[in-house]
């Protein structure tokens, strides 16, 4: 391998989320990041069709060999099935970029994990650290010492307050809020326009506002 070659960006899944990623990859590109987009993997062999892209879907996840120059990058949107197919990768040796938006704002002491990805005019105040695998999308905002934990999509549009506690593999909807101080459980689910005033319990459902359980 040549040193300093650019990494091959692997996307996993072909889907609406992946072709939003494929995006935002090419704009780090365009701002320096030293990458190349190799392609997707995706057991839907026809996911792309319709849709002009210069790369392809190389094969499924399931039968795809990673290379020493891969950098993955998991664009599916349900935090049990990115952690599925994360550690299907990561099992085989495979290994994660993390990539940031080059409009993205990440202020003092952020700690990033391994395959997160912070979209375009997302914001990460301060003195936070954000678990691997953690997606944030287009102007969501988490502020000072939020604690975001693994596998976790947060949405467009969302707010977290200050000192935010958040388990692993938690999905919050577009335009969801979170006040501060609050403990998010396991595995919850945030719909959709929700605001969060209380601890939600790990695995629970809420939505409205102020958030309830449904």
Known sequence: ????????????????????????????IAAGRN????????SRSRQLEGYSYPV?????????????????????GTPADRRRYTEMILCKGGRFATLVHPTAVLGENVTLG???????HAVLTSDMVLGDSVFVGPLSCCSHDNRIGAWCHISGNCAFGGNVTVEEGCFFGMRSVVVPGV???????IGVGS???????PGAKVFGNPAVEI
């Open 183 to 189: 403990h998010i459980g396991k595995d919850a689910y």
């Open 35 to 42: 990458w190349r987009i190799k392609g997707f993997l995706d």
């Open 195 to 201: 605001v969060v005033l209380k601890r939600v319990r």
């Open 1 to 28: 391998m040549v040193e300093n070659a650019p990494k091959d960006i692997v996307i996993v899944s072909a889907g609406k989320f992946a072709r939003e990623v494929y995006g935002f990859v090419k704009h780090a």
């Open 56 to 76: 392809r879907i190389l094969s499924s996840v399931e039968s795809y060999e990673p290379g020493e120059n891969d950098r993955f990058l998991c664009a599916i």
């Open 114 to 120: 391994q395959g997160v990805i912070v979209s375009p």
